[in-house]
């Protein structure tokens, strides 16, 4: 399933040659769209040109469709698709900013570049202003930082945010690209044939355009009626990657190992706990949250347990391993990294630590200390827990 990661299955330098091919690519295809003119980029903020916004907003659109098609159809494992995360108000100051640098340099950065390579000198002119304007901004940053990072909300999608489904929202944004793409194509010809004499009209003139909004509305109609797969129909398409885990018990650690795990300042751990409230209300561990099994379809819950940091590891408790597997398949086809499962559940808990006792005194065994470990022997049990970060694809704006 993609997407693949380029470095690990050609190696290091294999790696670079894709990123290489695939940058270069990128660069002459704006080139061709003639985003290496000032001129021409420029000419959108005047409504002359509107080639910037066509070809962008048909790129946008088109790596939608195909993101989500091929998503939807357990090609790409979307949750391994970087998305940015989002400061409301910087971001909207920024564009802003970027925007008038837009309009008075003629270039964003990206297309600087493009045009730099062309050896345009006003591309080089505003690639190295860029430059040290990027120096600066780094230099002043901490005078503002509180705003810099506020208003932040990890991987936030505008589906999230219309609190539609992704293929509704597809499609919604595939129709607002092709009305908007229409505007673009009017309003240039209006200015282009003012007082030229020549008829303006509101009929599309090239077929080609209809024929593409056709199959751009047509693949946006088949995104939203497949939609997107729920956790049950994921693990069915990616089972071979994960169930080797499950088979050999590799996500089942000991007690022993939790109990590490939990006195580990540099770890932040979650435990959720899938027995009856009723289970959960006699006995529970220390910082461990009661969760139903299908509460783990809801993305709105398992998305703060897929965006923890690098050093997150979450532990599943259940009365029987059926439904902890269970749980596990459901979390780690969302993206949760760092998943695993006490074995047994609690059933052992008491057996293990009853009778037990640090410098004499007794001890809280919702919340058993580090040095309790002292008293079993260094191979009671095998380490499973190994941290690891999640690789995202990425890209990058022009």
């Known amino acids: 399933m993609l997407p693949i990661d380029i470095s690990a299955e050609l190696g290091k330098y294999g790696g670079y040659a894709i990123f290489f091919l695939l940058g270069s690519g990128f660069g002459i295809a704006l080139e061709l769209a003639g985003f290496g003119d000032s001129r021409r980029l420029a000419a959108q903020f005047y409504l002359k040109d509107m080639t910037v916004l066509k070809t962008m907003f048909t790129g ?5 469709l195909l993101i989500f098609l091929s998503s939807a159809i357990g090609w790409l494992d979307f949750s391994l698709i970087a998305v940015n995360q989002t400061f409301l108000w910087p971001g909207i100051v920024g564009g802003l900013i970027m925007g008038v640098g837009f309009i008075i340099g003629g270039y964003c950065p990206g297309t600087s570049i493009v045009a730099t390579a062309s050896l345009k000198l006003d591309g ?5 202003g860029a430059t040290i304007g990027a120096g600066l901004f780094g230099e002043s940053l901490p005078s503002f930082e509180n705003f810099w990072n506020s208003s932040y909300t990890e991987r ?12 509704a ?10 009305v908007m793409f229409y505007g673009a194509e009017k309003i240039e010809e ?3 044939n003012k007082d030229t004499g020549n008829e303006w009209t509101w009929k599309i003139k090239k077929r080609s355009y209809i024929y593409g909004a056709g199959i751009l509305i047509a693949v946006a109609a088949l995104v939203w ?10 693990w069915k398409i990616m089972e071979s990657k994960y169930a080797s885990q499950l088979s050999s ?19 932040k751990l979650v435990t959720l706990d899938l027995r009856t409230s009723h289970d959960f209300e006699i006995f529970h561990l220390s910082g461990a949250e009661n969760v139903k099994l299908n509460d783990l379809l809801n993305t709105k819950v398992v998305a703060p347990l897929a965006q923890l940091p690098p050093q997150g590891v979450v532990v599943l408790i259940a009365d029987n391993d059926s439904i902890s597997v269970k749980a596990w398949k459901y979390l780690k086809v969302q993206g ?3 998943l695993y499962i006490l074995e047994n559940g609690l059933h052992n808990w008491n057996n293990l630590f009853a009778g037990k006792t640090i410098s004499g005194k007794t001890f809280n065994l919702a919340s058993p200390p580090s040095e309790l470990l002292e008293q079993f022997p260094k191979d009671s049990y095998v380490t499973k827990i190994k941290i690891g970060s999640k690789k995202r694809a990425g890209g990058l704006c022009s």
């Open 336 to 338: 949760v990294l760092n």
């Open 60 to 64: 946008i659109i088109v790596a939608c």
């Open 169 to 178: 929202t597809v499609f919604a944004v595939t129709i607002l690209a092709l």
């Open 124 to 128: 080089l002119s505003f690639l190295v």
């Open 190 to 192: 209006f200015f282009k």
């Open 249 to 267: 018990k590799a996500v089942f650690i000991h007690p022993l190992e939790y109990v590490k795990t939990y006195n580990e300042a540099t770890i």
């Open 225 to 234: 009626s497949i939609g997107q797969p729920d956790p049950i129909r994921k």
């Open 156 to 167: 936030y999608l505008v589906s999230d945010w219309l609190g539609w489904s992704i293929g």
